[in-house]
């Protein structure tokens, strides 16, 4: 199973950018799903965060900027960026939890992280 990311980038203040990750391989069914970033010298943290079911939750500094969505269609999950701001400069990671054949017990994978630089 992997997960693989696209959408970072350099992006103003104020900006928008989206982030999509897409989960192939092996897989039965993909659970949660969400994004983390970590950004340099601070601890990796959870964004946004989608249950299997289309529950949400946000991280407070996040809330109402942000928009997390996934179409489990194509075992893919987004993030919309909107009103981005230095602080959220970060490398982010798309993060699964996937019951994958032919044991379907629950692991959690991660993608290779994707930069995203909010500067002037």
């Known amino acids: 199973v992997q997960l693989a990311e696209s959408g970072g980038g350099l992006v103003q203040p104020g900006g928008s950018l989206r982030l999509s990750c897409v989960a192939s391989?092996?897989?039965?069914?993909?659970?949660?799903m969400g994004w983390y970033r970590q950004a340099p010298g601070k601890q990796r943290e959870l964004v946004a965060r989608?249950?299997?079911?289309?529950?949400?939750n946000y991280t407070d500094s996040v809330k109402g900027r942000f928009t997390i969505a996934r179409d489990s269609t194509k075992n893919a999950v987004y993030l919309q960026m909107n009103s981005l701001q230095p602080e959220d400069t970060a490398v982010y990671y798309c993060?699964?939890?996937?019951?994958?054949?032919?044991?379907?017990?629950?692991?959690?994978?991660w993608g290779q992280g994707t930069q995203v630089t909010v500067s002037s």
């Open positions: 993060h699964a939890q996937i019951r994958a054949v032919p044991l379907i017990t629950l692991h959690a994978y």
């Open positions: 391989g092996s897989i039965f069914k993909v659970e949660a």
């Open positions: 989608i249950s299997s079911n289309g529950t949400t």
